[in-house]
């Protein structure tokens, strides 16, 4: 019996058309967003790792754009949800309308059917409003008066949020941070990249000419091939491992989802770099990303989410 997480393998050929495929919408969405392209790769891997992904950081360095950059890279269909405190649950999932000509009711999907959904400033909803989020997420459907529906293939929630003006905001709930796989920090540009991003939108913004690079069918495809990549049993313990350490060190430790994640993650690296299996370095690349954002240090604790993911790699052995 095959020890692999999927029952079938990743063919070497699919592999590769992975990996020239993650390169190639990689490179598109840097020529609007300059100087991450750590951040960039780290997208474009849960994209193909079938995850969602939470950008959080102060105001104006680039989270929107990228999540726009990322959904113009592919030929699909994207929608934007602007988060404000008067959002209602039905805004986002849709509503059923009574029609008088046919007395009857009429369906009318909200912004949550399509490929991309970008999630601007997720946490000025209030929770009830952002729950409207978490059946899709986890589920792939929702369920409005009784009825499921489904939401498109492929589907990934890119969310937003400040990371100022707390006061004013929203915490995430817990169950809603899980179902993000990876929680990424753009930060300020060094000197010499914002001086390049002032050179590009000078005139006409990158943004306004950035054209698809990549189909749905492409990305269904790349999903498929990444989720059939080699997991072994040792890399399978080691993510266990890891996630036990955060469970032992923490008053909230992650979750199985979230390990479940980190593997997902793994196959997507791997196929990034042209492999068919996923190695510790692999999962060891997307930990922190992954990870952190869903573990609650303990109170008299002198590290953070972040640095406890950091240590447990120091220390859980290979």
């Not at 996630?243 to 990034?272: D, M």
């Amino acid at each position: 019996m095959s020890d692999n997480l999927a029952a079938d393998t990743a063919d070497a050929a699919d592999i590769e058309a992975v990996g020239d495929l993650a390169r190639r919408v990689t490179a598109n969405v840097e020529e609007v967003i300059v100087g991450h392209h750590d951040v960039v790769e780290h997208l474009v891997t849960a994209l193909f790792a079938r995850g969602h992904v939470l950008l959080e950081d102060v105001p104006g360095v680039g989270k929107t754009m990228l999540a726009r950059a990322v959904a113009r890279s592919v030929d699909c269909s994207f929608k934007r949800v602007q988060f404000t405190p008067d959002l209602l649950p039905t805004d986002v999932t849709g509503v059923n309308v009574f029609n008088e000509k046919t007395r009857e009711f009429e369906f009318h999907a909200g912004p949550i059917f399509a490929n991309v959904v970008l999630g601007d400033e997720i946490n000025r909803a209030p929770p009830k409003t952002q729950s409207a989020l978490l059946e899709a997420m986890e589920e792939n459907q929702v369920t409005v008066d009784g009825t499921t529906r489904t939401v498109p293939d492929p589907f990934v929630v890119i969310a937003t949020q400040n990371s100022v003006e707390r006061d004013r905001t929203y915490e995430l709930p817990a169950a809603e941070l899980d179902r993000f796989m990876k929680k990424l920090h753009l930060g300020y540009p060094d000197e010499s990249d914002e001086s390049e991003v002032l050179a590009r939108v000078v005139g006409e913004h990158p943004i306004d000419t950035l054209t698809p690079v990549a189909t749905v069918e492409e990305v269904v495809s790349a999903r498929r091939t990444v989720a059939n990549v080699t997991v072994e049993q040792a890399v399978r313990e080691y993510v266990t491992r890891l996630a036990r350490f955060t469970r032992e060190h923490a008053t909230l430790g992650v979750s199985p989802r979230a390990s479940i994640a980190l593997l997902r993650a793994g196959q997507a690296r791997a196929a990034l770099n042209d492999r068919d299996y996923v190695i510790p370095d692999d999962v060891q690349r997307e930990a922190v990303v992954t990870f952190a954002h869903r573990i609650r240090p303990a109170p008299d604790s002198d590290r953070t989410a972040r640095e406890l993911v950091e240590q447990a790699l120091e220390r859980v052995d290979v």
